[in-house]
């Protein structure tokens, strides 16, 4: 009988090959794991119901110097997206800066139930409140080392996690410079930030920007030169958290101190 021989398509020839590159990577005893979740998964992110935007490219600017610390943020984001207790997609670091030097940062529960009073005034030099989240970079390392792809940037400039896709390896977490992401115990897979994605893309804001009392989380499309967060860091001096690593992290905060890590 003559040999039929069947040409793979160029989809098929780049899945196999990113099979191959996560089995080196997770070693034989997950193929089983890996092979079970990684069926039809592309195609149903292909599928996913979402606006295409095109040319958005969302972001937030946070401007230190308001906020207060109150932890309304925290809260809001626990509850809009269901976040598990003790992790947090956005928190809030107290840095209290002694006068002989030393820096004490510390963020119970996230930040979410505020801070106490308990800092002595005649030692303090000064002290402020950091919000902290994804800071959705634009060459994000979480992106570049996940073995199949669960993790990648949408058309509108958002990190996001394919939860069906993410085989539960890690390696995203671990490379997140920013601390940023987590692993969600109800889902088993890696959780973070979206931006409240599932809001912005129906017209409304993060949930953390819409509670925030004193208007120090900007939200916005950084495409449009009008948008609130595009005016706010043309008016203002801001710049992003380790801008050495070259990440091209998007959060731009206002009156970042050189203490905040």
């Known amino acids: 009988m003559s040999e039929v021989k069947r040409k793979i398509t160029r989809e098929e020839f780049l899945w196999t090959a990113v099979k191959s590159t996560a089995l080196v990577a997770l070693g034989a005893a997950g193929y089983g794991v890996f092979n079970k979740a990684s069926t039809g998964l592309v195609r149903k992110r292909d599928l ?24 309304l943020c925290v809260e809001a984001c626990s509850k809009e997206n269901n976040v598990p207790a003790d992790h947090y997609r956005t928190w809030i670091e107290r840095y209290v800066i002694k006068k002989d030097g030393t820096v004490l940062i510390e963020s119970p529960q996230g930040g979410m139930h505020g801070f106490s009073d308990d800092v002595h005034e005649e030692d303090v030099e000064r002290a402020f409140f950091v919000p902290k989240l994804c800071n959705q970079c634009e060459h994000s390392p979480c992106t570049q080392v996940c073995p199949v792809g669960a993790t990648f940037n949408s058309e509108e400039g958002v990190v996001l996690v394919d939860y069906d896709y993410c085989i539960g390896c890690r390696y995203c977490i671990q490379a997140c ?9 109800v889902k088993k897979t890696a959780d ?12 409304q804001l993060p949930a953390c920007v819409e509670v925030c009392p004193t ?47």
Not at 192 to 203: D, P
Not at 224 to 234: A, L, Y
Request: glycine share 10%; proline share 5%; charged share 25%.
């Open 177 to 185: 410079p920013y601390g940023s992401r987590f692993w969600n115990p």
């Open 48 to 71: 996913l119901d979402r606006k295409k935007t095109g040319k958005q490219n969302f972001s937030m600017a946070i401007d230190i110097e308001k906020c207060i610390g109150c932890g």
């Open 192 to 203: 973070k930030c979206t931006l409240c994605y599932h809001r912005i893309m129906n017209g």
């Open 215 to 261: 208007g120090a989380r900007i939200f916005g499309d950084l495409s449009d030169p009008e948008s609130p967060v595009s005016k706010f860091t043309k008016e203002n001096q801001t710049m992003a958290l380790k801008p050495h690593l070259q990440t091209g992290a998007k959060v731009a905060y206002k009156g970042l101190s050189k203490e905040v890590v």
